[in-house]
């Protein structure tokens, strides 16, 4: 069964520091990776999706990475912003016995907080 | 191009009673996944539809149930409803639903059940 797990559950940072989220998954065989955005009661906005053939997907200051192998990705904040606080949330597409569809296994999130 | 849509974006019910949620995909889409989202539990996968058709469903009671119309909007219903059934409700919408999509979600439905 696909566990994905993110660490730590909350981060406070300054403003303009670079930083990296961290999300783990105990099953290599997943179909992609994706990360969300969350603001306070809102729905998800889809930020990078990184097929299981790819190791990087990189849009304007973020950039996620994946290892199937060693089952980690991490989404990578330059210069961050105080419009960068909410909540991030990773979700992997599981490969096995699903078919093809996209059912999301979501990580607990971690709530980013940027200070000005 | 409008973006996935759910209506109504706030319901209070009471412990018994059922409710239908609906959501609306971005124009084109086919599939139409839900999900609950609780401050315990996280984001948990309910059903996905594709083509009118249930094509996978998570570990939740028969209480809860969905169709897909031909014009690919959804509607969630959930039956004699429980304390714990509060929750944000989110759907999001994709091309084909296939594991290459990219899944777009509303804004979500905030269920409140007293």
């Known amino acids: 069964k696909q566990e994905v797990t993110q660490i730590p559950a909350a981060l406070s940072v300054p403003e303009g520091e670079n930083l990296v989220l961290n999300c783990s998954f105990t099953?290599?065989?997943?179909?992609?990776l994706q990360w969300f955005r969350q603001d306070p009661g809102k729905g998800l906005t889809s930020l990078l999706l990184i097929q299981s053939s790819q190791r990087e997907q990189t849009s304007g200051r973020l950039n996620a990475s994946l290892d199937k192998s060693s089952g980690r990705s991490t989404l990578y904040i330059a210069a961050s912003q105080p419009g960068d606080s909410a909540t991030y949330l990773c979700?992997?597409?599981?490969?096995?016995?699903?078919?093809?569809?996209?059912?999301?296994?979501f990580g607990q999130g971690t709530t980013l907080q940027v200070k000005p | 191009k409008a973006g996935v849509t759910q209506t109504p974006r706030y319901l209070i019910k009471t412990r018994g009673q059922q409710v239908t949620l609906s959501c609306s995909p971005i124009?084109?889409?086919?599939?139409v996944s839900w999900y609950q989202q609780t401050p315990g539990q996280g984001l948990q996968f309910l059903f996905e539809y594709f083509s009118e058709t249930q094509r996978n469903k998570g570990n939740f009671p028969g209480r809860f149930s969905g169709r897909q119309f031909s014009n690919s909007r959804s509607e969630m219903n959930v039956s004699t409803l429980e304390l714990g059934d509060s929750a944000l409700y989110l759907c999001a919408s994709s091309l084909g639903g296939g594991r290459t999509d990219t899944q777009y979600f509303g804004p979500g439905t905030r269920l409140t059940v007293l």
């Open positions: 099953d290599s065989a997943i179909y992609n």
């Open positions: 979700a992997a597409t599981v490969n096995r016995g699903s078919g093809n569809t996209g059912k999301l296994i």
């Open positions: 124009s084109g889409h086919r599939s």
